[in-house]
């Protein structure tokens, strides 16, 4: 961070924290968008399920507010949770709606962990099923530095949000943030991108930190654009 005199993860996630509770304050002014937070670090344990941003915005942002930033990034574990919570809402029964999937993937380090066990007599095993891991046994990586060992899980399970189809026929329309200065993490995220079937133009560069409620606002707009186009005016 050069002569910065900013504490630059504190800073960062303040910013993040501001930035992601006004993005839900711009989707609370909808009737028909429902919201699903994912938190990860070292992994992203814990239960997840969708809240209509309307009804619960005070609640999404308390989860937002929660945030920190200790641990190891398992940008895959985060992924893969995050597909199983779209899968499950989208395979309620009785939904009265098709919905329309959205996922927002926000990185601010390189991946310095993936979910799996790796051994002489099984070789590598990546753990691509739903649920919580061990933090104790099902992590690979050393956790401060990465590997393509850990990058391959990311694509593994970008490569999972790529190919899902709801029972509705909707897919999963991805948006990536590479929130660093690294460049080497800017084009891990293009390359997780290009694996999940992300459009280009839907992974945004790191510019400054400040720019953030700038993308995000660009992320919320072309989202109640692609809305409007199905549903009419929210």
């Not at 200790?70 to 395979?91: F, H, L, Q």
């Not at 790796?118 to 046994?137: A, E, F, L, R």
Request: aromatic fraction near 12%.
């Amino acid at each position: 961070y050069g002569r910065d005199t900013w504490n630059p993860s504190l800073e960062k996630i303040n910013i993040l924290k501001d930035e992601a509770c006004a993005l839900v304050d711009g989707f609370a002014r909808e009737d028909n968008v429902y919201l699903s937070i994912v938190p990860f670090s070292t992994s992203a344990n814990g239960s997840y399920s969708f809240t209509s941003a309307k009804i619960g915005a005070s609640s999404i942002k308390n989860q937002i507010n929660d945030f920190d930033a200790i641990g190891g990034t398992n940008t895959g574990d985060g992924m893969r949770r995050a597909y199983y919570t779209i899968k499950s809402y989208n395979e309620q029964p009785g939904l009265a709606v098709t919905p329309k999937n959205y996922l927002i993937i926000l990185v601010d380090g390189d991946t310095t962990y993936a979910s799996g066990r790796s051994d002489w007599w099984h070789g590598t095993t990546y753990i691509t099923d739903d649920g919580n891991i061990s933090t104790s046994n099902d992590l690979l990586g050393n956790g401060s530095s990465t590997s393509e060992l850990v990058k391959e899980y990311d694509r593994r399970i970008a490569q999972m949000i790529a190919s899902y189809t709801s029972t509705f026929g909707n897919g999963i329309k991805v948006y990536l943030i590479s929130f660093s200065r690294e460049t080497s993490l800017y084009n891990h995220v293009r390359s997780i991108g290009t694996y999940a079937g992300a459009d280009a133009a839907d992974v945004f560069a790191y510019r400054d930190d400040r720019d953030l409620g700038a993308i995000f606002e660009t992320i919320r707009q072309d989202i109640l654009s692609d809305l409007w186009v199905v549903n009419g005016p929210a």
